[in-house]
């Protein structure tokens, strides 16, 4: 690597890892040649690494002299990032390094998610291994593979493969709060049989919806931001005539679609009329949402597009994207403002044989959850579509009295010097799975201030990934206070 970007800043040993980090592609499902850097890292240290079937690692710290006895801590991130990027910048994530600088207080991308989610995560675990002034205990870093599309790692994990009882998660994303609870979740697919031909006597016209803020479809699902696909479909269904020629949307599960096209071709004789209706239709859309979303842009033109959905295919897919609920479904009764209930509205992709439509569901209460799901199932099967959905993951249940919540809580004041916030959050961490694992296993979740997570405009506090460190060694030193 040639003159560093992040090279002044302080601490330099977490910005040196993470610059590494983010040279190095690591997509969701696709962690191979991060993995290979980090067991590099590991001999480079010599620190012994080992892997299990499903691609997660451990890498095991030393004890410190004297410090043998201290409970062994599990410092705990995720290998993969969220890939996506604004749709007038060419990035292939699987092949560049990503594009980083500072800009003022904070570290961003250019055009693309930063990966601090959870890259920063993984350089202050790998850290806290290497430096050797620390008087630790046992230190365990366990790097889980694909997080950010269905918990594949934490899911394969195996009794016995880490060993300690206490776990730093370093996913959260908020200084000053301790995350000690999270959501359950899980997806639906719609796959709807599709026969596309070409339809003579039409005309296609093309609606485009871009300039969405986008966001985390768990921490941001309650914010008044607009989903691309209820967009387009709300223009879609304006016309009295139509036939679906393509549905493109969304890029994962987790993140709110920030951008649609949508081809519909109409009778011959009525385009004037269809294009009149669509004018009109954006113009009331733009100014209603003006002020949640500025950068909104809808943009509607001729297309050539001949090829089309079957009538009943063309109704069943906009009356199925129009019924599926998006947003926050219920609140919690506990802690205000925290979204209990929510579904996501995340993906819609056609081909000549058919067309899929992806969803992700949150809840904190496994029964709201299991009916929100068992109602989406029911509304896919009432129009004859197929529904696969996977297994889920478990919530992860709040428990303030833990001696491990309590030291990391009583620790990081320290550091800040105020108040520190325990806190649920409505998004998915790996913490349910390690819990339902080990029932006896105590968790607790820290990180920096990174905003905007899962979007192009993802950044990072510099300040605060330096109190997350001196935090971070402190909690490691005064693991000797349970033994």
């Known amino acids: ?6 090279g002044h800043l302080e601490p330099e040993t977490i910005w040196h890892i993470f610059e590494d980090i983010t040279s190095v592609p690591h997509p969701s499902n696709k962690e191979e040649l991060l993995r290979q850097w980090a067991k590099i890292w590991a001999k480079e240290h010599d620190l012994p690494v080992k892997e299990d079937e499903t691609g997660n690692l451990l890498i095991t710290g030393r004890a410190a002299a004297g410090c043998r006895g201290y409970p062994a801590l599990v410092l705990q991130a995720h290998m993969d990032m969220v890939c996506q990027k604004r749709s007038d910048v060419e990035f292939d994530f699987e092949r560049e390094s990503l594009k980083i600088k500072v800009d003022g207080d904070y570290v ?3 055009g693309t998610t930063l990966g601090a989610d959870n890259g920063i995560g993984i350089a202050l675990a790998l850290a806290a291994l290497k430096e050797r002034e620390l008087k630790n205990g046992p230190l365990e870093a366990l790097l889980t593979v694909n997080e950010e599309t269905g918990f594949t790692g934490a899911f394969g994990i195996k009794p016995g493969f880490f060993t300690g009882k206490y776990l730093l998660n370093l996913d959260s994303e908020t200084l000053g709060e301790v ?10 697919k719609y796959t709807l049989p599709g026969s596309r031909m070409e339809h003579k006597g039409f005309t296609g016209i093309e609606i485009t919806v871009d300039g969405l ?7 941001h699902i309650h914010l008044p931001r607009l989903n691309a696909i209820k967009v387009a479909v709300s223009g879609v269904q304006q016309l009295p005539n139509f036939l679906i020629g393509c549905f493109e949307s969304g890029t994962a599960v987790n993140v709110i679609p920030a951008h649609a096209r949508v081809v519909v071709l109409v009778p011959e004789k009525e385009i004037d009329d269809a294009l ?10 733009l100014t209603e949402a003006q002020e949640k979303e500025p950068g909104i842009t809808i943009i509607i033109s001729k297309s050539s597009e001949t090829n089309v959905y079957t009538e009943k295919q063309s109704k069943v897919l906009i ?11 219920s609140f919690s009764r506990d802690i205000e403002g925290l979204v209990q209930t929510s579904n996501n509205l995340a993906m819609v992709h056609s081909s000549d044989d058919f067309i899929t439509v992806s969803l992700n569901s949150r809840s904190s209460i496994t029964n709201e959850l299991e009916k929100l799901r068992a109602k989406l199932k029911a509304i896919g099967e009432r129009y004859g579509i197929t529904v696969s959905q996977d297994e889920g993951y478990p919530g992860w249940a709040a428990n303030p009295e833990s001696e491990f ?3 990391v809580k009583s620790t990081y004041e320290e550091v800040l010097e105020k108040e520190v916030v325990l806190s649920a959050v409505h998004a998915g961490l790996e913490c349910g799975l390690f819990v339902n694992l ?3 296993i105590q968790v607790a979740s820290i990180g920096p201030d990174i905003s905007s997570a899962h979007t192009p405009n993802e950044k990072v506090h510099i300040k605060s990934v330096g109190i997350i460190w001196d935090t971070l060694k402190k909690i490691i030193e005064n693991m000797r206070a349970l033994r």
């Open 1 to 6: 690597m040639g003159k560093r970007v992040l």
């Open 108 to 110: 961003v991308a250019e």
């Open 179 to 188: 995350t000690i609870g999270s959501a359950g979740g899980g997806d639906t």
């Open 213 to 219: 803020t986008s966001g985390h479809s768990g921490i």
């Open 276 to 285: 009149n209706i669509l004018q009109a239709w954006k113009t009331k859309t």
């Open 319 to 329: 009356a199925l994207l129009a019924e599926v609920p998006h947003g926050p479904l």
């Open 405 to 407: 919540v309590t030291l």
């Open 438 to 440: 080990d029932p006896n």
